[in-house]
């Protein structure tokens, strides 16, 4: 009997390491080349899934760039990126673009945007109103929102910018930003907007949460702060859907790569320690 029992745990164990053998095998099989474009808001949650992706499929290759969200949705229709990376539904029209026919929106993101300032300003709060007023360039001192006597430097994002498109539209209610001035600046990337608020004094900007570090302040809206929670609850209203476009239903590495991304695995594991809320978390 003890000898039986013996060689049924050996016949298990080959069979489970046999079993473990096959899935690697059949992941590492999976090959092809993915191009990714598009949103840099969110270019960390797409290096940080390619990288996990590309460990358990080795025979893949990713290459990722970010040069603002419309620039997704653009390169698919010419054919040069296989995923758009987009803060917006690119197969709907919004203020400012039209819809891209023909492609394809996989929701992967709950992104947070947040109004951040240099660490030297002290405001830790602004009133919707307050920032109609200063991103229209009408409120120039920060004496005027509670601040010091000192001049405010807008930093936005040029016109293709997801994260703008949501700002405009959540945080200001849809007013209109200033387009010039001495202490009005623009920034293509979320990267470039990071730098330009660490590093310049009396600054005002947005971003999403990924990008805010102890060296600025993200500032609460209406008395309500940008947290993971206050936009699970409805407290909190500046946030997007983060979208991958595809030309028609992707198939292949594409296909496996976005499935991931939407996966609990990643959801609940790198998307959140990047500051990204599970699309499973709304409502």
Same mark, same amino acid.
């Given at each position: 009997?003890?000898? #039986? ?18 899935? $690697? /095998?059949a992941a590492s099989k999976l090959s092809g080349k993915i191009v990714i474009n598009g ?6 949650? *797409? ?8 460990? !358990?499929?080795?025979? =893949?290759?990713?290459? !990722? ?25 690119? *197969? ?6 039209? &819809? ?15 109004? =951040? ?5 002290? =405001? ?10 200063? #991103? ?12 010091? /006597? $000192?001049?405010?430097? =807008?930093?936005?994002?040029? #016109?293709?910018?997801? *994260? ?5 539209? &959540?945080?200001? $209610?849809?007013?209109?930003?200033? *387009?010039? @001035? /001495?202490?009005?600046? %623009? ?10 608020? %660490?590093?310049?004094?009396? !600054? ?17 809206v209406n008395g309500v702060a940008p947290t993971e929670a206050n936009v699970i609850n ?7 859907? @983060? ?12 296909? %496996? ?12 594991g790198s998307l959140k320690k990047l500051k990204f809320i599970p699309i499973s978390a709304?409502?």
């Amino acid at each position: 009997m003890k000898w #039986f029992k013996q060689i049924t745990i050996a016949a298990l164990i080959a069979v489970i390491g046999f079993s473990s053998v096959h899935v $690697a /095998d059949a992941a590492s099989k999976l090959s092809g080349k993915i191009v990714i474009n598009g949103s840099s808001a969110l270019l960390p949650l *797409t290096l940080q899934a390619a990288n996990e992706f590309k460990k !358990a499929n080795p025979k =893949v290759k990713i290459s !990722a760039s970010a040069a603002g969200s419309i620039t997704g949705p653009q390169a698919v229709r010419k054919g040069i990126a296989d995923i758009g990376a987009v803060d917006w539904d690119a *197969t709907k029209d919004v203020p400012g673009f039209k &819809k891209f026919d023909g492609q394809v929106a996989h929701k992967v993101a709950v992104i947070p945007f947040a109004t =951040v300032v240099n660490k030297n300003v002290g =405001v830790s709060n602004l009133t919707t109103k307050d920032l109609q007023g200063i #991103f229209s360039g009408k409120i120039k001192n920060w004496k005027d929102v509670g601040g010091k /006597d $000192a001049e405010i430097i =807008v930093v936005n994002r040029t #016109f293709g910018s997801g *994260t703008r498109v949501n700002f405009q539209d &959540k945080a200001l $209610a849809g007013e209109d930003f200033m *387009t010039k @001035g /001495d202490n009005y600046k %623009e920034v293509k990337t979320s990267g470039d907007m990071k730098t330009a608020i %660490e590093t310049t004094p009396n !600054a005002i900007g947005y971003m999403d949460l990924a990008y805010v570090t102890d060296k600025m302040t993200a500032l609460s809206v209406n008395g309500v702060a940008p947290t993971e929670a206050n936009v699970i609850n409805g407290k909190y209203k500046v946030w997007g859907y @983060g979208y991958y476009m595809t030309k028609g239903q992707p198939t292949g590495a594409v296909k %496996e790569f976005i499935a991931y991304v939407q996966s609990a695995k990643f959801q609940n594991g790198s998307l959140k320690k990047l500051k990204f809320i599970p699309i499973s978390a709304m409502k």
